[in-house]
Structures are given as structure tokens and as C-alpha cells.
């Protein structure tokens, strides 16, 4: 399979707990994007990664979200101390170059916080 | 996995038939916009794409029609098929922003 792999695919968290979730963009993607999507919703953008610069952040992430893309290859998405409204769909997304292109999604990551 | 689009308008084609899914584009300067087929606890998936140099881009089995005017871009998707039932989105891209901005989504039915 040469498309965006992101695991854990499900993820049950308690309340106040922290999770990571990882995406490996396909190949030689350099950018590489993370969206959140809720029940009802379109995915919403949360930011963006040119090889491992993280160049575009929305207001959706808090302080308690951290993104990271160490070597330009895969990424990683941290949410500290969980709350019940981070309950989603995380997506994570690549593209190949810049300017206009195309761009792939994973199978995104569910996130459930009881 | 989780359903999505629970509350979103809905479009019911009989098998066969074409379907037109409409979508209204927020920002004028829009210059990208892209169509994804969502099914039940998968990622998006791209169907089709078109730039605003154009009005019209065909695929198979898809095309894509954008009118400017009045900001609005449609896909046609011939002879639905039951692997066609799935949420489907557009969405639109500007100038030097890397992000797209997601439509509310249409749900298509086909019935058999």
C-alpha cells in the first residue's frame, strides 16, 4: 500500500491522558497536512508541514496540541491532557510538491475521550 | 468506524442515473477546488480537481463544472453506481495558502 498510513487507527482515551498519533505521508511527499473532522463536518485544517518546517498553524490548535516532523519523513501529532472536544477524526494528508497539487488523504486516526 | 455527515442534505438517485452534487465556494479568490468521496469511517478520497483557469474538466465517469460568477462548482458523476453512496466534498484553495477549506458535504444514496 503506497498511500498515507496513519495508526493507531482508534484510539480510547480517558480524560487528562495524552495521545500521539503518527501519519507516513506517501513517498517522497514533502508536505504534509493534519485536519480534524467531526461528526457532521468537512475536515478542518489544523497545520502544515514543508519537509520537517512546520510552516502554517490554525487557531484550532491549543497549546495542548503539538505537531512534529523530525526528518521531513513522517509525522506526529501529540494532544496533551485530552478533553471530551477532541473527540474526532484526525486526518493526516501529503502532497508531492508545491504550488497546486493534489492531495491525499489517510484513513485518519479516531480519537474517543470518555 | 463512525458515520459521517449524520445531519447532511441528502441526494437519492436511482441506480443508473446521473447525479449533479452542487457546492457554494466561500471565497472569491479561490483559485483550486477539489471534489472527495467520503465513506463510512474512511479518509477522503480525491475524485477530481480543477483550476479557475477552467470552467469544465471531465474525469471518468465525473466532471466538474465551475462557474465563478456565482461561485459555484458542481459534479456530475454518469451512471451511478451503489459504490458511488458515500459523503461527498468540495473544497477550495487561495493564492499562497496551503489549506483547503471543506464544503458541509452532500450525502448521495443510490438506490438499486
Known amino acids: 500500500d503506497t498511500g498515507v498510513s496513519q495508526n493507531p487507527r482508534h484510539k480510547i482515551t480517558k480524560r487528562g491522558q495524552n495521545v500521539t498519533f503518527r501519519c507516513d505521508p506517501i513517498?517522497?511527499?514533502?508536505?504534509l497536512y493534519w485536519y480534524r473532522q467531526t461528526l457532521g463536518q468537512g475536515p478542518e485544517f489544523l497545520t502544515y508541514?514543508?519537509?520537517?518546517?512546520?510552516?502554517?498553524k490554525s487557531r484550532l490548535l491549543s497549546d495542548r496540541f503539538s505537531a512534529e516532523r523530525p526528518k521531513g519523513s513522517f509525522s506526529t501529532l501529540e494532544i496533551q491532557r485530552t478533553e471530551q472536544g477532541d473527540s474526532a477524526m484526525y486526518l493526516c494528508?501529503?502532497?508531492?510538491?508545491?504550488?497546486?497539487?493534489?492531495?491525499?488523504f489517510g484513513e485518519g486516526s479516531w480519537l474517543t475521550v470518555v | 468506524g463512525e458515520s459521517v455527515g449524520l445531519h447532511l442534505p441528502t441526494l437519492s438517485v436511482q441506480e443508473g442515473d446521473n447525479s449533479i452534487i452542487n457546492c457554494a465556494y466561500s471565497n472569491s479568490a479561490s483559485d483550486y477546488f477539489i471534489w472527495y468521496k467520503q465513506e463510512s469511517g474512511k479518509g477522503p478520497q480525491f475524485i477530481i480537481d480543477?483550476?479557475?483557469?477552467?470552467d469544465k474538466r471531465q474525469g471518468q465517469r465525473v466532471t466538474v463544472l465551475l462557474n465563478k460568477t456565482v461561485k459555484h462548482l458542481s459534479l456530475q458523476i454518469a451512471a451511478t453506481q451503489p459504490g458511488d453512496s458515500a459523503v461527498y466534498f468540495c473544497?477550495?484553495?487561495?493564492?499562497?495558502?496551503?489549506?483547503?477549506?471543506f464544503g458541509s458535504g452532500t450525502r448521495l444514496l443510490v438506490r438499486p
Open positions: 473544497a477550495e484553495n487561495w493564492g499562497s495558502s496551503y489549506k483547503l477549506i
Open positions: 480543477i483550476r479557475s483557469n477552467m
Open positions: 508541514f514543508q519537509n520537517e518546517a512546520q510552516l502554517e
Open positions: 513517498s517522497e511527499h514533502n508536505r
Open positions: 494528508a501529503s502532497s508531492p510538491r508545491a504550488g497546486f497539487d493534489t492531495i491525499y
